[in-house]
């Protein structure tokens, strides 16, 4: 099967930059479209920012110009690189991919187990 796994996660001042990565493997023949969510404390889960395998990429309005989702086909890679974070970034931050294993037919998708984003001063 499939796993996603977060990294790089952390506290940091305002203004500050963090670079979050997450990995896949498993029994994987192809990745579609790779995306970060985020869930602050207390509201709902929503979409930062999506790739697909064609390089399109989508970003909410709040992270426009500050955030920079990339991926690394060859190691099965996205990450999301976070400049000029403010308060209001702060939440748990999730992987998820569009997958299609060698194991069972049709795309799928799975979700990392988040990592932590605290912005303070």
């Known amino acids: 099967q499939v796993q996603l796994v977060e990294s790089g996660g952390g506290l940091v001042q305002p203004g500050g930059s963090l670079r979050l990565s997450c990995a896949a493997s498993?029994?994987?023949?192809?990745?579609?479209?790779m995306r970060w969510y985020r869930q602050a404390a207390g509201k709902q889960r929503v979409l930062v920012a999506s790739?697909?395998?064609?390089?399109?990429?989508y970003y909410v309005d709040s992270v426009k110009g500050r955030f920079t989702i990339s991926r690394d086909n060859a190691k099965n890679t996205v990450y999301l690189q976070m400049n000029n974070l403010k308060p209001e970034d702060t939440a748990v931050y999730y992987c998820?991919?569009?997958?299609?294993?060698?194991?069972?037919?049709?795309?799928?998708?799975?979700w990392g187990q988040g990592t932590q984003v605290t912005v303070s001063s």
């Open positions: 498993g029994s994987i023949f192809s990745i579609y479209a």
């Open positions: 998820n991919a569009d997958v299609q294993t060698s194991a069972t037919p049709g795309m799928r998708g799975y």
């Open positions: 790739m697909t395998s064609g390089v399109r990429t």
